[in-house]
Each structure stands twice: as structure tokens, then as C-alpha cells.
């Protein structure tokens, strides 16, 4: 069964949503199609609806300009520009900012 993924990326004074083939930060194997690009709230609302309806999803922020669809992707979202803004969504993934990974979990039942 091939799982659903996408992310949350803040960006400046907006965010986007973006499906994704997997969860890499830099754009191998990626493939980001962008969902929606609106504000903070309307696109945390947006990617709760698609976590509930079984997606996996993460949030991370790029403080670049422009399409960021193939940019590099952050995951400590503190140093992210309006980030006392946020309300980052995660669901399914299991998150280690040691290391700048996001790992997909699986429920063991």
C-alpha cells in the first residue's frame, strides 16, 4: 500500500501545502506537487483535514522567495521567521531534530 504524505511549509508570511512521494528535505525523490498556498491558518486547517482523512503530514519551513516547490526545506521551525505564528501539524511521522530527519511511524496495531 503506498501511503499519502504531505507537508506544511512555511514560508515568509505565508505557508504552503505540498503532496510529496516521501519526506526528504532536500528535493531527491521528492516530487512536491503544491496543494495550496495561502496563510498560516487556512493551510494548517487544510493539512489537518488531510490527516484526518489518512495522510501522513509534517511541517517545516523554506525562507526563501518564489517557488520552493524543489527548494531545501528546514525542520527546526524556531529559527523560522514568524514562527511564535505557527501551529505546525504532524501526524504519522515521528520527528528527531538532532539529526534533521522526519521518519514515517506506523502504529503497531
Known amino acids: 500500500m503506498n501511503e499519502k504524505r504531505a507537508v506544511l511549509v512555511y514560508?515568509?508570511?505565508?505557508a504552503n501545502v505540498f503532496e510529496v512521494d516521501c519526506f526528504n528535505l532536500a528535493n531527491f525523490g521528492r516530487n512536491a506537487k503544491r496543494l495550496m498556498q495561502w496563510?498560516?491558518?487556512s493551510c494548517e486547517n487544510f493539512i489537518k483535514g488531510l490527516a484526518h482523512g489518512g495522510y501522513m503530514?509534517?511541517?517545516v519551513?523554506?525562507?526563501?522567495?518564489?517557488?520552493i516547490a524543489e527548494s531545501l526545506?528546514?525542520?527546526d521551525l524556531n529559527d523560522a521567521p514568524f514562527s511564535d505564528n505557527f501551529h505546525p501539524v504532524y501526524s504519522g511521522v515521528l520527528t528527531d531534530y538532532n539529526y534533521s530527519t522526519i521518519y514515517p511511524y506506523k502504529k503497531p496495531f
Not at 514560508?11 to 505565508?14: F, V, Y
Not at 519551513?61 to 517557488?67: E, L, R, S, T, V
Open 39 to 41: 496563510d498560516f491558518s
Open 73 to 75: 526545506w528546514f525542520e
Open 61 to 67: 519551513y523554506c525562507n526563501q522567495a518564489g517557488n
Open 11 to 14: 514560508q515568509g508570511g505565508i
Open 57 to 59: 503530514v509534517c511541517s
